[in-house]
């Protein structure tokens, strides 16, 4: 009889302790999809080489604070309001978003590496490749993006010389020119396409052609010797790139877009060309 009350006893011990743990108030919280956080990581070695972005005021290029805004606005759409944050002590659930920027020309003769796109979850069921953004997709009711979204001054001028029929190479490096090396370009075009004078001998290695890119972003350029004609370019290249950002925006939202639709396929677009399904790049005038 005394085995059989302690047997009750500790039956009724169980159903107790159940019972509390399934009140409303002592319930553990399901984490929801709204609780995950895409991680924000911005490179801009040309502006900050030594110390991390750590917001999107940050930013100090205008146009790729644009740029990175527009981006960020609409991926935080397609991942259904996930928390978007810069603080890499938080675990990335619903993906990580790298921002790159890559300027024409640098300051100086030291330029910073060729970049290259981060590393993607290795399950994933979508990868897209293209000059602009590298892009992996994993999960399916609640998708996790990853990818590198690349704001290259010289890809931009790069399809603008495709789309004029300068050149047939689809993508640019990821790297800026030397200034000294982008100098001797400016002063070779102004000396003859715009004084028209003929190259003279030097024993300097000179420059044996200019970059497609480059070439357009010159014809593009205000076309005067009054001051140097690298300043000009400069210039006009802000002016591109402030007028770009949201094209471009665009067109990586409409990448990421293909991978959500289009599942379980892997995408390339090598040229601005291949894209016209997205966006309509001969309708989109930067200059």
């Known amino acids: 009889m005394a085995v059989r ?13 159940l019972s509390i ?39 100090s290029n205008p146009a790729f604070r644009a740029f990175v805004s527009k981006v960020l606005e609409h991926v935080q759409d397609r991942l259904g309001g996930h928390t978007i944050t810069f603080d890499v002590n938080t675990g990335a659930t619903a993906g990580t978003l790298h921002f790159v920027r890559i300027a024409v020309v640098s300051s100086g003769d030291r330029i910073p590496a ?63 020119l030397p200034r000294s090396l982008f100098e001797q370009f400016a002063q070779e075009y102004a000396n003859n396409e715009i004084l028209g004078k003929p190259a003279e001998p030097s024993t300097v290695q000179r420059p044996q052609y200019i970059p497609a890119d480059v070439l357009w972003l010159f014809r593009h350029s205000p076309q005067s010797t009054f001051g140097p004609f690298s300043t000009a370019a ?10 770009a950002a949201g094209f471009y925006a665009e067109l990586v939202v409409g990448l990421v877009d293909q991978c959500l639709k289009f599942p379980a396929v892997r995408h390339e677009y090598n040229s601005i060309l291949d894209v016209r399904g997205i966006i309509h790049p001969e309708t989109y005038d930067v200059k």
């Not at 009711?141 to 979204?149: C, D, V």
């Not at 400069?234 to 007028?243: E, F, G, P, V």
Request: charged content about 15%; some cysteine; aromatic content about 6%.
């Open 21 to 59: 743990a399934a009140a409303p108030g002592n319930s553990q919280p399901l984490q929801s999809g709204n609780s995950q956080s895409a991680q924000v990581q911005i490179i801009d070695k040309y502006t900050s080489p030594n110390s991390a972005i750590q917001s999107l005021q940050g930013v």
């Open 234 to 243: 400069d210039a006009t290249m802000r002016k591109i790139a402030q007028r």
């Open 114 to 176: 060729n970049e290259t796109a981060a590393a993607v979850p290795t399950e994933n069921y979508c990868l897209l490749h293209s000059p602009w953004a590298e892009i992996a997709i994993s999960g399916t009711q609640t998708p996790r993006i990853s990818g590198t979204f690349f704001w290259n001054e010289r890809q931009i001028l790069q399809d603008q010389a495709i789309l004029a029929n300068l050149t047939d190479v689809p993508s640019a490096p990821r790297e800026a």
């Open 5 to 17: 009350a302690i047997s009750v006893l500790f039956v009724l011990l169980i159903v107790i302790a």
